[in-house]
């Protein structure tokens, strides 16, 4: 049992590049969630999923986009990098019960040169 | 909206000694809190959550935290702290109907020396 798996876990972007992100978790959860984590800013939501084909945005969407294709996976897509989103990238799962807690994957560490 | 404090940047303690991580937060209705934990180059872990009922809530790795509804607070606390406790940690709130959407605090840096 993987639990949320990220890849890559560390990745350097010029300017204007664009790449995917990749989640997947194994659990049979309709909820996922991406955050980014800034230093001394805490975690910051960019968008989330209640299932499969349906997304919606959090609190910093700008400069991203998902899609949710399938219960496993949900991709974030970063078009034409900016400096500003160098960051580390979660992505997190949980079940559909109301309070249920976040499982985290290990995090991709993106730079933006 | 919601919105999560957590005053202190460091909290530093010695080994054996009480530990203790202050978190207010703001939440229309009732709130769902979490504390979390990271180490370094780590995603984050699940300590403990209040959903309803007893105030006090027992977690992980003796962990507990105190759910205060007039003080708006959610401290965490160990009666006696080791150093392999040194971690950040970060208080969580959610309100009840908006889809499991975490608000983070900053995160609190805690340091336990031998």
């Known amino acids: 049992n993987a639990g949320v798996t990220q890849t890559p876990k560390f990745r350097i972007l010029k300017i204007g590049q664009s790449m995917t992100l990749q989640c997947a978790q194994d659990m049979n959860h309709n909820y996922m969630y991406w955050y980014r984590q800034d230093p001394g800013m805490g975690l910051k939501l960019i968008y989330y999923?209640?299932?499969?084909?349906?997304?919606d945005k959090g609190e910093v969407p700008n400069g991203y986009n998902v899609s949710r294709s399938t219960t496993e996976d949900f991709p974030l897509r970063l078009e034409l990098a900016a400096p500003s989103q160098t960051s580390v990238y979660f992505c997190?799962?949980?079940?559909?019960?109301?309070?249920?807690?976040?499982?985290f994957g290990e995090g991709s560490r993106l730079t933006v040169l | 909206a919601q919105s999560v404090a957590q005053p202190e940047d460091q909290v530093n303690v010695a080994e054996g000694n009480p530990l203790t991580v202050k978190c207010t937060y703001s939440?229309?209705?009732?709130?769902?809190l979490f504390w979390y934990v990271q180490y370094p180059n780590r995603g984050l872990q699940f300590l403990l959550k209040?959903?309803?009922?007893?105030?006090l809530v027992k977690g992980s790795y003796g962990f507990e935290a105190e759910f205060n509804k007039s003080q708006t607070s959610f401290h965490l606390k160990k009666p006696s702290a080791l150093v392999s406790d040194s971690a950040l940690y970060f208080c969580?709130?959610?309100?009840?109907?908006?889809?499991?959407?975490?608000?983070f605090g900053a995160g609190t840096q805690v340091v336990v020396t031998p």
């Open positions: 209040y959903i309803t009922g007893d105030n």
């Open positions: 939440v229309s209705g009732n709130p769902y």
């Open positions: 999923s209640v299932g499969a084909g349906i997304t």
């Open positions: 997190a799962s949980r079940t559909g019960t109301p309070g249920g807690e976040l499982f």
């Open positions: 969580a709130v959610s309100a009840t109907d908006s889809w499991g959407k975490l608000q």
